[in-house]
């Protein structure tokens, strides 16, 4: 059903992008009926006021603009922080899965004091206007630096000071619309105390998809945030672009073009080599248009920090490769709304920023920890034939090593006087003299001697596939794929017809340190102070069934604190709850 899906999307974006050939534009009335399963996002951010050295973080939901229900389409979704010179300070890529993301922005000390806005989109969201973004306003506060000149300019957007009582009431209002009630079992704490916390649902109707944050409410708050159930006030009316920007369906879309030298050569079925070098790496074929334009979708997991990009056979030698850089937006309209210092704040400024370094001091005894992905499958398969060299005799040149050690695998030159590498296929086929393809490290070597000339005792291991493989018009017999010790070969490869390029690459999951004064705990973390304004940030917190519980656990800091619930049913009804409890 997946499938069938897949190709009547793809067969939509034909006619779309025929339709846009063919110079018919669509129009803020008809937008919807050309641009198929609509989308916007929400962002749910723990705070609208961050000191440098503190973390913001965010759980991004992908929605049907229709329904509210997570959105299939987009596996993508982009957030930047925009400073008012319209410039991206900090820029972030989220994998999403099932329409959810999440991750956090570290605001270094680099940054100034000023009014930010945060901004997030999906690139399918892009055909409705380059200004249709979710937008959020953010203060970001440099305590370190004697420049604060920003909050005190005038301005004819209204200032905001001190966080009111009509405000805090004003963000409470949904609570008692939502098919999901919090309960808390007091409404006060001693310091380092369990909270617990219940979440409850009315009916089968509040299971759902949220995310929870506990954080310490203070007289620096700039505003009430935007919540899950007025998120789509914050989008501008839909408009009409040039062209279609293609959905991020089966993960990050990268996309090249190919530009010969004379224009009256054929652009089209050129197979194109798309390496993501390093110890794990992940290699694509990707065949260009009659326009010479490739498309790759990657969805795995990858640590490679540059792509590089070459053409499989040497028609293409003399191509110029580009790869498509990020949509451009629309960013003219944004609007920040300012906040204003008062001389009552500097106590509060002044202990929240020794708070922050001693929190960041003790950082190493409680670290929030990255989730590794899982490793890639090599592309060409299983049946393949491993050599550590380590557990043979070793032998000083690449040359010496295939004739002694590597098995079905043998060098010669070729009419042009090169040395060439050759895998001999699995019976009952027969030599076709075909070429394998050859790798060091995920990076494919179209000029064998390449391989030859390097030392042997910086090579790990070599894997050898004797299967055949077809990319485009392009057969290759079996595979060499090298490993050198530092896995890092393509630190120092050049080739002339090879494009290298910076990936701006998603951000890895995380798992978030929850603090705990449990049992032996308490020991343990006795003599370490804890001065968490964050208590908790839960991006992904799933309602399976009507009644579910956290525990949470208060830090040494006293005062008014806030549990504030956002995300969506099931059934896209959105949901925001927020409770609060004095620690003293």
Same mark, same amino acid.
């Given at each position: ?374 490793? =890639?499958?090599? +592309? #060409? /398969?299983?049946? *393949?034939?491993?050599? %550590?060299? @380590?557990?043979? !005799? ?72 004797? =299967?055949?493989? +077809? #990319? /485009?018009?392009? *057969?290759?017999?079996? %595979?060499? @794929?090298?490993? !050198? ?75 008014? +604190? ?23």
């Amino acid at each position: 059903m997946k499938y069938i899906k897949l190709i009547m999307l793809f067969a939509i974006h034909c006619t779309m992008l025929e339709m846009n050939s063919q110079g018919t534009t669509a129009n803020s009335e008809n937008n919807t009926m050309l641009v198929p399963n609509q989308e916007q996002v929400y962002v749910h951010a723990n705070s609208n006021l961050v000191f440098v050295g503190e973390y913001l973080y965010y759980t991004i939901y992908c929605l049907k603009d229709n329904t509210g229900e997570l959105s299939d389409v987009s596996k993508i979704a982009y957030l930047k922080l925009i400073n008012q010179d319209k410039e991206v300070v900090l820029n972030h890529k989220i994998k999403l899965t099932e329409g959810i993301g999440d991750s956090n922005f570290f605001i270094p000390s680099s940054i100034p004091s000023g009014n930010y806005k945060l901004i997030a989109y999906t690139q399918w969201m892009l055909n409705n206007g380059r200004n249709y973004f979710y937008s959020e306003d953010v203060t970001i506060l440099n305590p370190y630096t004697s420049d604060q000149a920003v909050f005190r300019n005038e301005s004819k957007v209204d200032s905001v000071y001190f966080r009111s009582k009509s405000d805090k009431q004003a963000s409470k209002a949904f609570s008692g619309m939502a098919p999901l009630q919090l309960e808390l079992d007091n409404s006060s704490y001693a310091p380092r105390e369990t909270i617990s916390v219940t979440i409850a649902s009315r009916s089968f109707e509040g299971l759902g998809n949220f995310s929870i944050s506990v954080r310490k409410v203070d007289e620096l708050e700039t505003k009430v945030k935007a919540s899950a159930a007025e998120y789509q006030k914050n989008y501008p009316q839909k408009s009409s672009i040039d062209g279609l920007i293609l959905p991020e369906q089966r993960g990050e879309l990268i996309i090249g073009r190919l530009t010969p030298s004379d224009s009256l050569v054929s652009l089209e079925n050129k197979a194109m080599a798309v390496s993501f070098p390093g110890e794990d790496y992940l290699f694509k074929i990707a065949t260009t248009n009659q326009k010479g334009q490739f498309y790759v979708n990657v969805n795995e997991d990858y640590n490679a920090e540059e792509v590089y990009v070459q053409g499989l056979s040497k028609e293409v030698e003399n191509y110029r490769i580009d790869l498509k850089p990020e949509e451009v937006l629309d960013l003219a309209d944004l609007k920040f709304q300012t906040f204003k210092l008062d001389r009552n704040m500097e106590s509060v400024i002044k202990e929240r920023s020794i708070f922050n370094q001693i929190e960041n001091a003790y950082y190493g005894s409680k670290p929030d920890t990255i989730l590794i992905g899982k490793p =890639n499958e090599k +592309f #060409y /398969g299983k049946g *393949t034939i491993e050599f %550590v060299l @380590d557990e043979y !005799t070793r032998f000083p040149s690449i040359k010496e090593t295939f004739l002694e050690v590597i098995e079905h695998v043998w060098i010669q030159q070729n009419k042009d006087g090169k040395q060439e590498f050759h895998v001999r296929p699995i019976a009952p086929y027969v030599e076709s003299g075909k070429l394998p393809l050859v790798f060091v490290d995920g990076i494919l070597i179209l000029d064998h001697e390449r391989l030859i000339n390097l030392s042997a005792v910086q090579v790990k291991s070599v894997n050898i596939s004797r =299967n055949q493989h +077809f #990319y /485009g018009t392009t *057969t290759f017999q079996g %595979v060499v @794929d090298v490993t !050198t010790f530092k896995s890092d070969f393509y630190k120092n490869y050049y080739a002339d017809n090879l494009l290298s390029q910076k990936l701006f690459k998603p951000n890895e999951s995380k798992n978030y340190y929850h603090q705990s004064y449990k049992g032996e705990l308490i020991e343990e973390y006795k003599r370490l102070p804890d001065f968490r304004y964050q208590l908790l940030w839960l991006p992904k917190f799933k309602m399976s069934k009507k009644e579910e519980n956290i525990e949470v656990y208060s830090s040494d800091i006293q005062g008014e +604190f806030e549990i504030s619930l956002e995300g969506f049913t099931n059934s896209g009804i959105p949901v925001s709850l927020k409770k609060t409890f004095i620690v003293n």
